[in-house]
């Protein structure tokens, strides 16, 4: 944001509009940000805003309409021009991608600002990153660098070959031909979505999940079915009758180690019934296990696929959670065949990942870097989690109930009243709070709230468990 600061505060923000206005980043149709994002914006109260709107009114560039807030009319080079421009908000609604639910939207756009404490964010602290490590790394990548084109189809070799001796630790015997390099899990969903099922196909997936809060399969016409689950997991009656009730060419999406937003990892008792009853009526899963190596107390159970001896899962793996989202860099791994047409299908969307990022991530998994850091990593969120623990009995004891995962970033806090759960989000985001209320997960669960003790600091956790308390019961009266 350019503006003279010279100027008077109404003036600036006059100028603002005009120049994006004029530089068509806010195009003839489009909504302009409302008098309260631009008074926080410009720190002014809301009259200085609603004077530089009527200037801009006046000058005949926008215009209120009841109910759907302040629109761009026109620009300075429409009120010259014989034919008017195109009418982008028309393109903005026919765009076949569903947009995300306002409430993620105000969370996406909140995440970028360091000032607030994000209680629920599912991503490892700054402190926690490696950054000498990453340096010395990129800093030998380079230097030994010969080549920096596209990669193969299916991703840089010798990654796909460190991540192939790399899953063994858990069970899972794959060679490299099996495996695609994807950029980060949610790629490796969308690429499934399009690649592999038809439109009026089910997904079906534990509820709640956070596939509600994204539009992945939704966007490609495919349906989504939630499955009840309990402290152990997916409930296999459940999963048999969502089974039953749907059709042929469906898919089972989980993620069975400290699950996203529960916190609930799957037993190896339930991993093998699911697995059981899949192969039994032929459903093949999707095996998000990005979560995996964030183990607490002990090892989870084998993934899903170290005991599927016939090829009906694909396994989704990823280095966001564990190690930086920066590098997006994910890998599935699945039947060949089925990684040749997925990875035919990437080729076809970006021409593959990050060329630097995977030779990168090759050496964080040959070297052992990678090993070493979760294992810090894991030391680290057993402090954040007990922190939090000890602040939710401290504060929210007789309002609130929770379980302590063993694992992963997510505690599923469960209010005991019943409140607004929109307001609580609004007063919170007032107070410097970023909260994940559990609508967004699943519409039946207004009275949760995703907590994470991944991203805020030790001391943020406290203090936002505290005022989180005194929001929710200031609300209770």
Known sequence: MTTNKKLPKYRQIVDYMKEKIENGEWPIGSKIPSQRQLAKLFHVNRSTVITAL?????????????????IITNNTWSLLATNPPPDWSEYV???????????????????????????????LAPQLFPLETMQSIMKNVCEDLEYFGYEEQKGFLPLRE??????????????????????????????????????????????????????????????????????????????????????????????PC????????????????????????????????????????????????????????????????????GLRIGWIIGPE??????????????????????????????????????ANVRIQLKERRQ???????????????????????FIWLKLVPSIPMKKLFSEALSKGILLNPGRIYEEESDRHIRLSY???SPEQITTGVKLLSELIRKLMT
């Open 162 to 255: 460190a991540i192939s001796n790399y899953v063994k630790s858990f069970g899972i015997h794959t060679s490299a031909s099996s495996i695609l390099i994807v950029s980060g899990a949610l790629q490796a969903l969308q690429l499934i979505s399009i690649g592999l099922l038809h439109r009026e196909s089910t997904v079906l997936l534990e509820q709640p999940s956070y596939l509600y809060s994204l539009h992945v399969f939704q966007s490609a016409n495919i349906n989504l079915s939630g499955i009840s689950m309990d402290h152990h997991g997916i409930l296999p009656n459940e999963l048999l009758k969502r089974i039953k009730y749907s059709q042929k060419k469906n898919i089972l999406y989980s993620i």
């Open 454 to 456: 991944g991203y805020a």
């Open 387 to 409: 922190i939090m623990i000890q602040a939710l009995n401290q504060y929210c004891a007789d309002i609130a109930t929770w379980d302590i995962p063993n694992g992963g970033f």
């Open 337 to 374: 065949p089925v990684i040749d047409r997925l990875s035919d299908i990437k080729m076809q969307t970006d021409y593959g990942s990050s060329s630097l990022s995977q030779r990168v991530a090759a050496e964080w998994i040959n070297k052992g870097f990678y090993e070493e850091h979760v």
């Open 54 to 70: 009527d200037e801009l009114m006046a000058d005949g560039l926008i215009q209120g309409k009841i109910g759907a807030g302040t």
């Open 93 to 123: 609604k026919a765009g076949i991608h569903k947009p995300s639910k306002l409430m993620v939207r105000e969370i996406n756009e909140a995440e970028a600002n360091k000032k607030l404490i994000h209680l629920s964010k599912g991503e």
């Open 258 to 325: 400290f699950q996203n937003p529960t916190g609930i990892l799957l037993s190896q008792e339930r991993r093998k019934e699911i697995l059981k009853i899949c192969e039994k009526e032929q459903l093949p899963i999707i095996e998000d296990d990005i979560y995996r190596e964030l183990w607490i107390d002990k090892q989870p159970p084998a993934p899903l696929k170290s005991i599927d001896k016939h090829g009906h899962v694909l396994y989704v793996g990823s280095l966001s959670k564990t190690l930086t989202p």
